[in-house]
């Protein structure tokens, strides 16, 4: 998947929960990953028995999900073919997990769920890049009803063995305050480029020309806060970077315009203007 290889891309998803456990009963039962990693009140979930995808944190005395905030609206697990999305639909019918939508993206085919805390989850498979449409630089996105009869044929022969080891974090969808400010952050201090733009209230951003690996939006209100910290949603979000330049031409442009970010381990930690926390990683740390 050339698209989430050697340039800027989410990889890893750090989620506050209530229960621990009532959470790795879902993820496991319901989509099929796997522990990586558990220690008292926190684990890490992975696809493929070695990469990290989805850090769950158990927050004493947790405060339910907030609404009209800034913060995850979903995180999204691409998986390789629409066969695997379809053994993964199949599943989540025969148990009888709500779903909240199916959809059809033109560049891709999406189910759409949340986990028992009400956090946003996406699981998509892309159509061939060849297929997608772009004009004036924009890629043609839409949202129309998803075949789902024919994603579920696709998978027929499949069985139910867990989510694909191939699986990876495909991209990030957050709440933010101030679309410009969110753009002048991903874009010009981040290095992601604007590939579709949503009625004046949402941006989808990329790097290697992907149809989005962050989308950002003003649906909770212009001037939405900062969800609390206890509060049930996102802790933070894993950035790969492709190489030490990359990240250290990030800081001189973080540090020039008045950003604040902490340096860690050869990590680099910042908040967005919204207040969404990010981690950059430069790539195999």
């Known amino acids: 998947m050339s698209f989430h290889d050697k340039n800027i891309y989410v990889k890893h998803i750090q989620l506050r929960v209530k229960e621990l456990p009532r959470s790795l009963t879902f993820y496991q039962e319901k989509l099929g990953l796997r ?46 073919s629409r066969a695997e999305l379809g053994k ?17 993206h033109s560049v891709s085919e999406a189910v ?27 890629v043609m996105m839409v949202t129309e009803p998803m075949d789902a ?29 101030d679309l410009e400010e969110a753009r002048k952050f991903y874009c010009d201090m981040l290095g992601f480029k604007i590939v579709s733009t949503y009625g004046g209230h949402a941006l989808f951003i990329s790097t290697e020309g992907y149809h989005h690996h962050i989308g950002l939006n003003t649906w909770n209100g212009v001037g939405a806060p900062k969800p609390s910290s206890r509060s049930i949603g996102m802790e933070a979000f894993v950035l790969s970077i492709p190489d030490q330049n990359t990240l250290e031409a990030i800081e ?13 381990n050869g990590l680099l930690k910042t908040d967005d203007p919204s207040g969404n926390s990010l981690v950059l990683s430069v790539s195999n740390d």
């Open 88 to 104: 993964m639909l199949r599943n989540l019918l025969q148990t009888g997990y709500p779903l909240q939508g199916a959809s059809d």
């Open 149 to 177: 009869e024919g994603v579920l044929l696709a998978g027929k022969d499949l069985e139910w063995n867990g989510i694909s080891p191939d699986t990876i974090m495909g991209h990030i969808h957050l709440h933010v305050a």
């Open 35 to 80: 522990v990586l990693r558990e220690e008292k009140g926190r684990a890490e979930l992975t696809a493929d028995g070695r990469v990290p995808l989805l850090s769950l944190i158990e927050v004493k005395d947790a405060e339910p999900k907030m609404a009209r905030t800034t913060g995850l609206y979903h995180f999204a697990l691409l998986v390789p």
């Open 252 to 264: 001189s442009r973080l540090q020039k315009n008045g950003y604040e970010y902490m340096k860690e």
């Open 112 to 138: 759409y769920l949340a986990d028992p805390d009400g956090n946003g989850i996406e699981i998509y498979t892309d159509r061939k890049s060849q297929e997608w449409k772009w004009d004036s630089g924009e």
